[in-house]
């Protein structure tokens, strides 16, 4: 695989993902109980925004630069703090740098959880482990290992509770047919997990032939609640660079859908290209 997160990292569809992925971290952690989080794609940890490969897209400065520079209303500030309480004094550090999924985990999780991050590109292990962040803490485990293998192997932890976060390059043309075969395997294992599963929104048949096969599939694999999200800032062209994603949460927390209502509108808003940024907030499954 040739993706490298470098080059998009802070961009819209981070916001978007990191932004969520704060509020069920949050959700976790008002209960004593541990929980467990498996990120199975998990990237660099930390991401210089100064570097050549950032600067050249600078795909950051729409997404993550845009949000620094709001004035969010008292209520949609109060559900991104979590979220910017961990970025933005890095973001605005020397040299700037954006917090990815693992470094978002680090600082919303508690002494009592434990972490497991993994990459299948040896180079992203070995600068995760250059990070004393996550080479010095007991809590965290690393490893190189394909993300959909991760899931077999980390899959069930010791806790009842967690969060598995799937974002995969989707370089692969049968990366949607992965991904359910993936999940199908999964979630019977751990069926108390959440989910969070990050996909792009290019290919309008793929998505919506991704969405029907999940629609047919949860209910056998015991899922109840399956909440579906999308934050566009643009216009979805087949040839044009990624303008719209989507996260499908499986057992989300039940305070999410309210709270995506509330924080998607304003990303897309606040992060839109000549003001064509639009969301939906949806139920995939719900019983």
Not at 55 to 84: C, F, N, S, V
């Amino acid at each position: 695989m040739n993706y490298r997160h470098a080059f998009h990292a802070g961009n819209f569809a981070d916001v978007f993902k990191h932004a969520i992925l704060a509020r069920i971290l949050v959700y976790l952690g008002q209960k004593d109980a541990a929980f467990r989080v498996i990120d199975t794609h998990a990237g660099e940890g930390f991401y210089d925004l100064s570097d050549a490969r950032a600067e050249k897209t600078a795909e950051w400065r729409g997404g993550i630069g845009r949000l620094l520079e709001a004035a969010p209303p008292p209520q949609i500030a109060a559900l991104l703090a979590p979220y910017l309480a961990a970025v933005a004094p890095l973001c605005r550090g020397t040299p700037p740098l954006y917090a990815g999924s693992p470094a978002l985990a680090l600082k919303l999780t508690r002494p009592q959880d434990r972490m497991v991050f993994c990459d299948a590109h040896p180079q992203v292990i070995a600068a995760l482990r250059g990070h004393r962040e996550f080479a010095r803490d007991r809590r965290v485990k690393l490893v190189e290992i394909d993300g959909y293998r991760a899931l077999n192997a980390f899959i069930p932890p010791r806790e009842r509770r967690g969060l598995v976060v799937i974002d995969p390059p989707f370089e692969s043309k049968t990366e949607f047919d992965d991904l359910k075969a993936a999940l199908t395997l999964a979630v019977p294992k751990w069926p108390t997990g959440t989910y969070l599963i990050w996909f792009p929104v290019k290919d309008a048949a793929a998505v919506a032939g991704f969405r029907a096969g999940l629609v047919r599939a949860l209910p056998d694999l015991g899922v109840k609640n399956a909440l579906d999200l999308r934050l566009a800032v643009a216009a979805v062209q087949p040839d044009a660079p990624l303008a719209a994603s989507g996260l499908i949460i499986l057992n989300p927390p039940h305070t999410l859908a309210v709270e995506a209502q509330q924080i998607l509108p304003y990303l897309a808003k606040t992060m839109a290209i000549m003001g064509q940024g639009d969301a939906e907030v949806a139920w995939l499954v719900r019983h």
